[in-house]
């Protein structure tokens, strides 16, 4: 029997690729969108092909009091999102939550601890898990195949129109905030959680007021360096690459990561297949649209019982906090 789902909130980027995927899902039945902004929800159903033709609820009530509502993907503005979370846990039901998880870490821990208490699965959209370089590289890394890893570097910038910097700018942080959770996403599933997370954050253009729009987080572990940095007016095509050091080899996605075509492997010794010095290993290319039908399948086979969680609740909290610890002065 398809699990019925719905959308709660469009104003996120990764919105109408999400929704596409729960449309495609024939494990889904789909029940319709809420969007809370009047004005929003009637030029997209009057002129938005992707949202045109769905049912759209009047009031939240309708979906969130729903009891044949299993799961609601979570895809509101970073503003809103959290509280819309909230909403979602407390009526009941799992969520597919689009990064990051707010502003406010009691709020977030409070949202993670009432989930706990009514067995309820929240599943952060950090899509690069769905990535096989990325995969491979985690792998490779956690299993102890680099040796230990003392250095990750991971450059993820963007080229963002003056609006787009407008909405964001009310986050701590900007740009990193709004992407940074995507690098921290996989340093912290490979080195766990930082002693140490500081942040660099620049308004370098000066075309959108108080918007840092050029960013560095350093972030110290016992015996381990990681840098994300992310800028928001790097000209295209971007050159976003991802890199782990370890003593007994490193892994660099070739870039940009998107695709991510292929990996170049160095390897003090030959091991598992592969040989001794610099090689490349060619990775399965996925679009981010298929790496988001990846993550809902992933999610649905979590609430059916099917899988545990591919990330646990610990590493969601691990990996907010870290986000905000990097973007204000949380210690």
Avoid at 15 to 43: C, Q
Avoid at 228 to 244: L, W
């Amino acid at each position: 029997m398809p699990i019925r789902m719905a959308q709660y909130g469009t104003r996120h980027g990764h919105a109408a690729g999400k929704l596409h995927a729960l449309l495609s899902n024939d494990e889904v039945e789909f029940s319709g969108i809420y969007e809370p902004d009047a004005d929003r929800r009637a030029n997209l159903k009057e002129y938005d092909r992707a949202y045109s033709g769905q049912r759209w609820y009047g009031d939240v009530s309708e979906m969130l009091e729903d009891s044949s509502i299993m799961a609601i993907a979570s895809e509101g503005l970073n503003a809103e999102s959290l509280a819309q979370t909230e909403e979602i846990i407390r009526s009941g039901k799992h969520v597919w939550y689009d990064k990051p998880a707010g502003d406010n870490w009691t709020d977030w821990q409070r949202v993670v601890a009432l989930s706990e208490e009514k067995n309820l699965h929240i599943q952060m959209g950090y899509m690069f898990r769905y990535h096989d370089g990325f995969s491979k590289i985690a792998n490779w890394a956690r299993s102890g195949f680099l040796g230990q890893v003392f250095s990750i570097r991971a450059h993820m910038s963007t080229s963002l129109p003056l609006e787009a910097r407008e909405v964001i700018r009310g986050h701590q942080g900007g740009i990193f905030y709004d992407l940074a959770g995507h690098m921290l996403d996989q340093v912290v599933w490979i080195l766990g959680r930082p002693i140490n997370a500081t942040g660099f954050f620049h308004n370098d253009t000066g075309d959108v007021p108080l918007f840092m729009d050029n960013t560095l987080g350093v972030f110290e572990f016992d015996n381990a360096l990681a840098f994300v940095d992310i800028a928001a007016m790097e000209p295209g095509p971007t050159a976003r690459r991802f890199e782990v050091y370890g003593t007994e080899g490193s892994a660099i996605l070739v870039e940009p990561f998107e695709p991510g075509a292929e990996i170049r492997l160095a390897l003090t010794t030959s091991k598992a297949g592969y040989q001794l010095g610099e090689q490349r290993v060619p990775v399965e290319v996925r679009g981010r649209q298929e790496m988001y039908d990846l993550e809902l399948e992933a999610f649905l086979r979590t609430i059916t019982g099917q899988q545990q969680p591919d990330r646990p609740i610990a590493h969601e909290l691990t990996v907010q906090e870290t986000l905000l610890r990097a973007t204000r002065d949380m210690g």
